[in-house]
Each structure stands twice: as structure tokens, then as C-alpha cells.
Nanobody, 114 residues
């Protein structure tokens, strides 16, 4: 019965930054790994980064060095700091547990364009 709500997306120029937030209705982040995913038009949803409950991380090669995941278990919130954004980062971004998935939220649109 956990709900996931993503926010923080928007339109940004290449090279810009955004910080996404994902709030959950329960304290799941203290127990499970948490990840950010994205889905571009015509593409399947892909994993961007996952952080385990002990803060170990695994980033997709395409975002290494540019994106940073963090979590605040007390606030039941996970963040994604995105720097040096590229047009190919344009997608709807979602959060979810990993590997077992909760129902997907609405996601937040990130558009990188000049």
C-alpha cells in the first residue's frame, strides 16, 4: 500500500542541473534498495541508478559522474541530483524499489533542450 510520488522535473538547457525527489508513503527506503528509472518515448523503462539499504550504488554507464543518488530514510525520500544534463537524458523519471517493484508512480518529466 505504498505510494510513490516523483517531483522536481522540468525543462533545462544542456549542461544544466535538476534535482529530483521521490517520496514514499511508508518507510520502505530503510529496508529495500531504491532506484531511479527513466523511460524515453519509444523506449522501454531502464535503470538509471540503484542504491541499496547500506548505501551501495550502481549507476548506468550513461550517467556515471553526472548523476548522484541519495536517500533520507527518516523522510522516506530518495533524491537524484542530475548535473551536466544532455538531450539524451530526456525522459520520464520514476523511482521504485529494487529488484521487487511497487506499483509505479506517475513519474516526473525531464526535458533537456536548448
Amino acid at each position: 500500500q505504498v505510494q510513490l510520488v516523483e517531483s522536481g522535473g522540468g525543462l533545462v538547457q544542456p549542461g544544466g542541473s535538476l534535482r529530483l525527489s521521490c517520496a514514499a508513503s511508508g518507510s520502505i527506503f530503510s529496508i529495500f534498495a531504491m532506484g531511479w528509472y527513466r523511460q524515453a518515448p519509444g523506449k522501454q523503462r531502464e535503470l538509471v541508478v540503484v542504491m541499496t539499504s547500506d548505501y551501495s550504488t550502481n549507476y548506468a554507464d550513461s550517467v556515471k559522474g553526472r548523476f548522484t543518488i541519495s536517500r533520507d530514510n527518516a523522510k522516506n525520500t530518495v533524491y537524484l541530483q542530475m548535473n551536466s544534463l544532455k538531450p539524451e537524458d530526456t525522459a520520464v523519471y520514476y523511482c521504485n524499489t529494487s529488484p521487487v517493484k511497487l506499483p509505479w508512480g506517475q513519474g516526473t518529466q525531464v526535458t533537456v533542450s536548448s
